[in-house]
């Protein structure tokens, strides 16, 4: 028994070094398979990660955006990370292929990009769905079509809505710079609304739901910068128009100099949510030295207001503006609508706007509109009125037009040589002449109510009341809004008659003209003219109506 144990032994162990040796071989085999398979796939990368790349792009915009992509050129440097640059990408509308050159009734492309660039690497290349830390964008252009155009029938647009278009290509942030925003239309008498883009970047851009986006807009009327935050998307491909956003906005230096007429510097912040053709709009304004060239004198101006943006058309509805003028508050409704003329490229904005102001000061709204100082009147004013500012290259002032009603409550005259001539005119016609005049009588408050319409930098006025006590006066004529100069015809009712208006003979003598001029129920009834400057009034009787 013990000599057969250590040939037993030595017919064994030959056996686990052959099954060790046969271990170790296939572990170095398939080590050395994994290595060539890897080497080959390096190499097959390097070979052809350009076009696997480009590929990716293509179809992941293609399929993100639903439409067809075109690219002129794209490269990668490759070293330790992968470095992607390409120009001429163009994503279009299903309406037909568009080329830089192409014929202009074919419409533009949806996005075009001048030039992009970005890194990623082979690990990133080898995985299901590319993952693109930040891509820099430079001549970024987004043109949206009017209604109809570029439109994609939602039955060609994914036949199966429960197969979504597989997507291997996600950017985490976009940074563009030099950008475009262009929207088209068709309307007569619209241009193009064009937006001009410093910067903008957005971030966690995804397929179906809403990017991140930084926007710096550049304003050219007035001019200034729009910082702005929000969402935009998810991108609605079949009509743009319906694509949602939101954000919150400041507008900061605005120079108000270039539109003719007004000046100031304007600021104004706020948000706002909805489609591209249907924004809310909630904001605040503040102009502190809001001036007109007709006066040059300036105010500040705040306002408060609601509206609805077409995003698409430049148009507004004002639906609630809540105004402080100085010491006046008054508020506002109406539109500001973009028209132009595409032949010349020359746009404007025509305004039409409701006014209201029941709290208000006579002072503040001829502070703004008259070169006059002080104010030829003060009071409480009430006022209700529509305005409307045509397009146009002459100044505001000439361009704006004005129709309504107002009343001015407890009105005095800045000016002192008028208002004493108002005091003594105020004391005759309630027949107590010895106080005519007076230098230290307190001064009569007054009203003031009427109908005006404005237009070409002149009011005319069809009624114009003005009542001190003892006397109503029934005015129509005009007054030229610097405040150089006006003509007023009318008639003054006074509570005295003629002879009850002075003392002495003069009062003996006008007794007997008393029953001539009493008419209406009123102690004296005469026509009367009011001409010259706020600096050089004149009054007097219109002699060839007296009889």
Known sequence: MEGSSAPMETRHKPLWRRWWFIMITVVVVAGAVTGIAFWAKYKYLRAHADQMLRDRIVASLSARFNSPVELDSFHLDIGPTIHATGAGLRILYLAGPTKPDANPNNPAPMISVDHFEFETNFKALLEPTTRIVTVHVTGLDLHVPPHGMGHIPRHLDNPNPKKQP???????????????????????????????????????????????????????????????????????????????????YSFTNADLGPFKGIAGILSSTGKFKGKLDHINVEGVTDVPDFRLDISDHPVPLHTEFTAIVNGTTGDTTLTRVDARLQKSVFHCSGSVMRVGVPETGVTGHDIELDVVMNKGRMEDVLTLATKTAPPVLEGFLSLHQKLSIPPGKETVAKRMKLAGTFSVDQASFGNPSMQLKINEMSMRAQGNPKAANAQDATPVASSVSGEFAQANGTMHFSTLDYTIPGAVIRLEGTYTLPGNSFDFQGVVRTDATASHMTTGWKSMLLKAVDPLLKKNGAGLEIPITIKGTKADPHFGIDMKKMF
């Open 166 to 248: 597989k997507i291997s290509l996600v950017f985490d942030k976009i940074i563009c710079e030099n950008s475009r925003l262009v929207i088209e239309t068709t309307k007569p008498g619209k241009l193009p609304l064009v937006f001009n883009l410093a910067n903008i970047t957005l971030t966690d851009v995804g397929a179906s739901k809403p990017l991140l986006y930084d926007a710096v807009l550049t304003n050219a009327r007035p001019v200034g910068q729009i910082h702005s935050t929000g969402h935009f998307g998810p991108w609605q491909a079949d009509d743009p128009r319906d694509t949602p956003i939101d954000g919150d």
